[in-house]
């Protein structure tokens, strides 16, 4: 059997196996290389899907018709944006999910949902088995994999590029072979993109460097901070129960919300992170983030949250947060501690309406005003002045004595001999 075709996991398909494929299409070289690669390998048909979840300058007319054109069944394009925003990116919102203390998560919140209806398109158009374009080095196999498995346990999964080995040279003599419309010129690999209502990011080229600077050329979607304009701007973020729900006053649903502050954020030179991240699988890689949106939406809610919650609930929930974040990366979207977890964040989001005022200027966004009914703040205890009844300055020795007992005693034991 060729090395292509191999099998390691119950679920990856044989070839007598696959007899109609839901092929999750982008309309890139991989995947359009993958179109016609099945339907010669495996004398399968294909049905091609095509998830919109907000990735910027897409045009999915013609993304459907190149699938047509090399030989799809049909190709089903979904606006999955409001679903995207509702059930992946809210609860991010909540549990302040950031990876590696810089990767808003856009990604891997991402391919759960694209992988859910993948599951759905595969059952209602009749295929055995699921083909995604992933590499066998990334997180999006596992996070693709781990839900069509868990989803769909009858359905079989293949993943040409991890074993077809062909180089980006040979995908584009086999696309020119096969007709298949390779965009732009074949002279440098371009960076690999993926990307979302929430986030772009880069990968390849000079980025696996870890030593090259930026080249301007990899920012499409944030303005270069030296070059966002000389006036700062001041926005104004309305949340309710843990969501912004609107923007200078006016209420927005979230996806046109996120699509806001995102154009805002971008021009102002907000959310550029140089990320070096350990994936699941292993590796330690860099990648190029834009997440304009993210940078502002994530510290305004964080603001909030820490004004309403009490010393005990900020002490403790940065570590769900973590998991949550850490959980969703690896793939592991369906796990149900992540729903246990959502279940707290919920908890605590329940007093996490507001307004915080943030100032953007060349690449920065500063909390610069923050207000909440349900905040933990009394002025008029939080002054140096006298503030008398609730807050008495007498009794602070009181409470200090007893506060470090334990410490003073330890220190003791551990100094007595020194005399
Ligand atoms: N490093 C990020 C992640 O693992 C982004 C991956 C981007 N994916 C891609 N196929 N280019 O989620």
């Not at 953007?360 to 349900?374: D, Q």
Request: aromatic share 8%; net charge negative.
């Amino acid at each position: 059997m060729p090395d292509a075709l191999r099998k390691t996991a119950s679920y990856e398909a044989e070839p007598g196996d696959v007899g109609r494929v839901l092929l999750l299409y982008s309309g890139g070289l991989d995947t359009s290389v993958m179109l016609k690669w099945i339907q010669e390998r495996y004398e399968a048909e294909v049905v091609a899907l095509t998830v919109n979840l907000g990735q910027p300058g897409e045009d999915y007319d013609v993304v459907k018709g190149k699938a047509l054109q090399l030989g799809a069944l049909d190709c089903h394009v979904v606006d999955a944006r409001e679903e995207f925003a509702r059930e992946y990116v809210a609860p991010a919102i909540k549990a302040n999910a950031v990876y590696g203390l810089g990767y808003p998560l856009f990604t891997a919140l991402g391919r759960p949902l694209i992988a859910k209806l993948a599951v759905q398109y595969a059952r209602e158009t009749g295929c055995d088995t699921v083909a995604h374009g992933c590499t066998g080095k990334g997180n999006d196999q596992v996070r693709i994999e781990a839900t069509v498995t868990t989803l769909a346990p009858e359905l079989k999964i293949i993943a040409p590029v991890r074993g077809w080995q062909m180089g980006r040279d040979e995908e584009v003599a086999y696309a020119r072979e096969h007709g298949i419309p390779v965009k732009g010129g074949t002279e440098v690999a371009p960076y690999s993109i993926d990307d979302n209502l929430w986030g772009r990011s880069s990968e390849g080229r000079w980025i696996e460097d870890l030593d090259h600077a930026p080249e301007d050329d990899v920012f499409q979607l944030v303005t270069r901070p030296e070059e966002a304009p000389d006036e700062a701007e001041e926005i104004v973020l309305g949340f309710e129960r843990g969501l912004p729900v609107a923007l200078d006053g006016e209420r927005l649903d979230l996806v046109e919300l996120i699509e806001r502050v995102a154009a805002i954020g971008a021009r102002h030179g907000v959310g550029i992170v140089d990320h070096i991240e350990d994936r699941i699988v292993g590796l330690k890689v860099r990648d190029i983030y834009e997440v304009p949106a993210a940078a502002i939406l994530l510290p305004a809610h964080a603001e909030l949250e820490k004004l309403v919650g009490t010393i005990h609930q900020n002490q403790f929930k940065p570590g769900l947060d973590r998991q949550w974040g850490y959980l969703v990366y690896a793939g592991l979207w369906w796990e149900p501690l992540r729903s246990d977890l959502d279940a707290y964040m919920d908890a605590v989001n329940a007093q996490v309406t507001g307004e915080v005022a943030l100032k953007l200027y060349k690449g920065s966004a500063r909390v610069v005003r923050r207000s909440s009914p349900n905040a933990i703040y009394d002025p008029a205890l939080a002054t140096f002045a006298e503030s008398g009844g609730l807050f008495s300055q007498q009794a602070s020795p009181g409470f200090i004595e007893l506060w470090s007992l334990q410490s003073r005693m330890a220190w003791r034991v551990r100094h007595e001999e020194e005399g």
